[in-house]
């Protein structure tokens, strides 16, 4: 696991979970989660389906009981009490707007529930309506607005009962791409604006990248990787990570040389990258886990050029394929010693521009290469005996001796 | 010239259908403005209102009507309430024997109306149950409840459950989650499976006559039982009152839900 708060978090913690697991029967559903989500973030929870975000954010809800650990609410132990006796809200995929009462009446059922006087109710769903900028619908029933009408509506429901925690489910994924775009951007202002804390759950990497302050990558229940989108994108704590936010080259790798003392960053290493040779690259976790490891560079830190550049590292390849994808030039190259990279680079008008069958140079800047655990087995794959916590190996123990780095071929 | 033939020989085979349906309820409604001739209202004499103006004036039919509504009411109610509850839960919750209660359901819809009733009068007398008015209400309750759970299954089939997660996460208790979002929401259902159990009640005999006490006669026990000293107008004219019943709130539910879904 390699689960780890990669930056301290401002504010006080609004949601804590202490070691949390939920099974369905014999399916392990979360896995042992810690997560600690600070007052006013923007916090996504990412993963494929399947990986346990949902689940993890009906917990909170208190439509799930954990099967084991510990949900606090403001440090207050949670992990029994049911919906209705918890200051969160939820925005559902589908709204779950009521179909049989105005608009109005949506917004209003937290705060009648609540018993809050007539006069008071009015105000506040009328400041909430405005907030999310449908003033007009009030009277309306649910089937008579549009699906970003009626997300704003669920919007507004929820967050009129001045929730310590809005969830959200997936609540863009019945729009279509414009529309979800503009409203990514409603979300974002919606929250600076009454400075809530959000809870997101997405699968769609790109929009968790814009959107967060945080982000937790789940895969098969547990958590890969929390951290700042910035963190994820260049730091991939495992394969996963590096290959479900964005794209990326990864190949097997072994280290030959390690640094003598930590570096800011990471620990700078030298690998042996199975068919392009020895590179030195950044290990994203510290320690490194004993598995294997891979290579990682991302499409875009890869530049082409006809000459061997005087810069970064480099390696010849022969392109193999080009693909046009719109804004970027997709190009396949193999190298003599049969990997094969992937690189996304912007045509220019005096760039090269590599034709399949060419030989070239691919070059990056050697920060841009990582070294990243192969993903991590989840326990049932291991074997039995094993236990959780695989042997660790120090980075800053060397244990090659050392040798000059930089060897190109 | 042959298409049209054929045409005409559907719609007059169409028309002949309708007829073969509905003629013995055309003869009720004809025959409540007639003015018969001695005690029984068969044959046509002369066009009257006299019936219409007098409904209730035949005392010892008043009494079965009355009868009949009321135990029509009664099992309404019961079977409305035990049905939505069976079938509320029979949807909502997987639970053991879930199977079993559906099959055990449909078994009244089945099993012929005379071994309902003749068991059902076996067990009262086993039992030493006094056959009475409220013995007619538990074997309509009975057989209603049935047809009250499948309705509203059929109902519940779609509804969408995250409302009710959508309630609870706003803050309301179990109860306030059912009053205020899932009852509203199948009350449709419920109504139109609540009317279906009165009128099954209100036209039954088969399983009434194997249960009703001695001076317990509904209205169809009553009409059976006159059919052979007489047959007065005004049981034409309390037929066609309950047929426009029917027929009006049949109309009354289609055109309520009509206006809910727009």
């Known amino acids: 696991m390699h689960a780890q708060e990669s930056r301290g978090i401002d504010g006080n913690p609004v949601i804590q979970f202490e070691q949390v697991s939920k099974a369905f029967g014999s399916l392990a559903a979360v896995h042992e989660t810690d997560l600690t989500i600070a007052e006013g973030e923007f916090f996504s929870l990412l993963g494929p389906s399947g990986c346990g975000k949902t689940t993890t954010l009906r917990m909170i809800a208190g439509f799930e009981r954990p099967t084991s650990g510990r949900i606090r609410l403001d440090g207050v132990e949670v992990s029994t009490v049911p919906p209705y006796r918890r200051n969160v809200n939820t925005v559902f995929q589908q709204y779950a707007l009521f179909p049989h009462l105005s608009v109005f009446d949506n917004v ?130 495992s394969a996963f990570v590096a290959s479900f936010i964005g794209n990326a ?66 390696v010849a390849v022969t392109i193999t394929e080009v693909t046009f994808a719109g804004a970027t ?81 | 010239m042959r298409a049209r033939l054929g045409h005409l020989a559907l719609t007059a085979a169409a028309l002949g259908g309708f007829a073969f349906l509905f003629m013995p309820i055309v003869v009720i409604v004809v025959f409540s403005f007639n003015q018969p001739v001695g005690r029984f209202n068969l044959v046509w004499h002369s066009f009257t209102l006299e019936n219409w103006l007098h409904p209730f004036a035949r005392d010892d039919i008043n009494a079965t009507v009355w009868r009949s509504l009321r135990v029509a009411f009664v099992s309404m109610v019961a079977a409305g309430v035990m049905g939505t509850l069976v079938a509320l839960a029979l949807v909502r919750y997987r639970f053991r024997g879930g199977a079993l209660v559906n099959l055990l359901l ?63 996460d706003l803050g309301a208790g179990p109860w306030r989650t059912f009053s205020r979002i899932t009852f509203p929401l199948i009350l449709p259902g419920v109504l139109a499976a609540a009317l279906l159990s009165f009128s099954l009640s209100i036209d ?59």
């Open chain 1, 108 to 237: 209003a059922f937290g705060l009648r529930s609540s018993r809050t006087p007539a006069a008071e109710v009015r105000d506040r769903v009328e400041e909430m309506l405005a907030v999310v900028r449908l003033p007009d619908v009030s009277l309306r029933k649910p089937n008579q607005l549009s699906g970003g009408q009626q997300q704003r509506v669920a919007l507004a429901r929820a967050l009129v009962n001045r929730p310590r925690a809005l969830l959200l489910d997936e609540p863009l994924g019945a729009l279509d791409l414009k529309l979800r775009e503009s409203m990514q951007a409603e979300l974002k202002r919606i929250q600076g604006e009454l400075g809530s804390t959000f809870v997101y759950v997405t699968h769609d990497q790109g929009e968790a990248l814009t959107m967060s302050d945080r982000i937790a990558v789940m895969h098969r229940g547990r958590t890969e990787q929390i951290g700042t989108p910035q963190d994820i994108y260049h730091r991939p704590a």
């Open chain 1, 249 to 314: 080259n990864l190949l097997r790798a072994q280290v030959v040389e390690r640094a003598p003392a930590p570096q800011p960053g990471g620990a700078r290493l030298v690998v042996e990258v199975s068919g392009l040779g020895r590179y030195p690259a950044t290990a994203t976790v510290d320690p490194l886990p004993a598995g294997p490891l891979l290579f990682m560079l991302r499409p875009e830190a890869i530049v082409i050029t006809e000459d061997e550049p005087a810069q970064g590292v480099a």
């Open chain 1, 329 to 409: 030039l997709r190009c396949a190259g193999r190298s003599d010693g049969g990997a094969t990279l992937d690189a996304a680079i912007v045509p220019t008008a005096v760039g090269a521009r590599p034709q399949p069958g060419t030989r070239m140079w691919m070059s990056w800047q050697h920060e841009a290469a990582r070294l990243v655990p192969a993903d991590s087995a989840p326990a049932e794959d291991l074997p039995a005996g094993t236990g959780a916590a695989p042997t660790r190996v120090p980075l800053t123990t060397p244990t090659t001796p050392a040798r000059p780095a930089g060897e190109r071929n």
């Open chain 2, 106 to 168: 449909v078994l009244p819809l089945t099993t012929p109306e005379i071994v309902m009733g003749s068991s059902l009068a076996l067990l009262f007398l086993d039992r030493g149950v006094e056959r009475s008015f409220w013995t007619i209400a538990i074997a309509h309750t009975m057989f209603c409840v049935s047809f009250v759970a499948i309705t509203v299954k059929a109902r519940l089939r779609g509804f969408d459950w995250t409302l009710e997660d959508a309630a609870m």
């Open chain 2, 204 to 262: 039954d005999f088969i399983i009434t006559s194997f249960v009703a006490g001695e001076g317990d006669t509904t209205f169809p026990l009553y009409v059976f039982g006159a059919f052979q000293r007489e047959l007065a107008p005004q049981v034409n004219v309390i037929s066609t009152a309950l047929l426009l019943l029917s027929v009006g709130a049949l109309a009354a539910s289609v055109l309520y839900q009509r206006a809910r879904l727009r």
